[in-house]
């Protein structure tokens, strides 16, 4: 049996004394590929950073690898990409291959490479970070958060800024990493996407709609019910190139 990653229990955040996220409960087991969809200011980033306890809940706890997270000290065995990183300065003095090394006592320099090269900005690895675009910067830290490997993969919608070509490599990298061990929770828009690799789905919308496989959803009436049937398809990618249902 899997062990358990990550454990919320009655999860409630607020802003101003208003709920954004309300009685949130959920597992991850190791091996586990989670995709967390939901529409703008449903509480997806919310959920992440009350996980990695970037935010403070005012009911319910979290846990991570087996701690409480107030004690969790692990911090090296996950990789987190938040959703907006902000621009670095133009003489922020480090170079794309530096950042993606950071943090990493014993670099192989294929490894950095590879990544780089994944990510389509290996022709830049002698500049400096913030010589970069945004879009450039996304993908240098996403070849940093991939390179470590980590047990655990957390990505709050990393394809934003992404071109469909280095976006197809990135979901086939999480693929490739989940499927060597790699626990991975990836937010996002694309939900007709997520669920070639996703095994499962959490959908906000301020509380839980669904958590469960993809398999089950596609199956359940009462999601039929509150997407509609071609809403429910999309999600399902059950569909073909021009949009028809199958």
Request: hydrophobic fraction near 35%; proline fraction near 3%; charged fraction near 20%.
């Amino acid at each position: 049996m899997s062990a358990e990653i990550i454990h919320v229990d009655n999860l409630t955040f607020c802003y101003n004394g208003m709920e954004v996220i309300s009685d949130i409960s959920l597992s991850i087991k190791q091996g586990d590929y989670l995709g967390i969809a939901g529409s703008n200011g449903s509480g997806k980033s919310t959920l992440i950073k009350n996980i990695l306890g970037i935010l403070q809940p005012v009911k319910g706890t979290v846990t991570i690898f087996g701690q409480q997270l107030p004690s969790f000290n692990q911090w090296q065995r996950i990789g987190y990409l938040p959703q907006r990183i902000n621009a670095l300065s133009h003489h922020f003095p480090g170079t794309v291959s530096e950042i993606v090394q950071l943090g990493i006592r014993k670099a192989d320099q294929d490894d950095v490479k590879n990544s780089l090269t994944l990510m389509g900005v290996a022709h830049l690895s002698k500049n400096l970070i913030g010589e970069l675009s945004y879009g450039e910067q996304q993908r240098v830290m996403l070849a940093r958060a991939l390179i470590r490997k980590p047990d655990l993969l957390i990505f709050d919608e990393p394809t934003t800024a992404l071109d469909p070509e280095t976006r197809d490599i990135f979901y086939s990298l999480t693929d490739k990493m989940n499927r060597n061990g790699a626990t991975v929770v990836l937010v996002t828009h694309d939900t007709g996407i997520i669920g070639k690799y996703a095994r499962n789905l959490l959908y906000l919308d301020k509380k839980v709609i669904f958590c469960g496989t993809f398999e089950d959803f596609c199956a359940s009436p009462d999601m039929t019910g509150f997407f509609g049937l071609n809403s429910q398809h999309m999600i399902c990618h059950q569909h073909d190139e021009t949009g028809n249902n199958i």
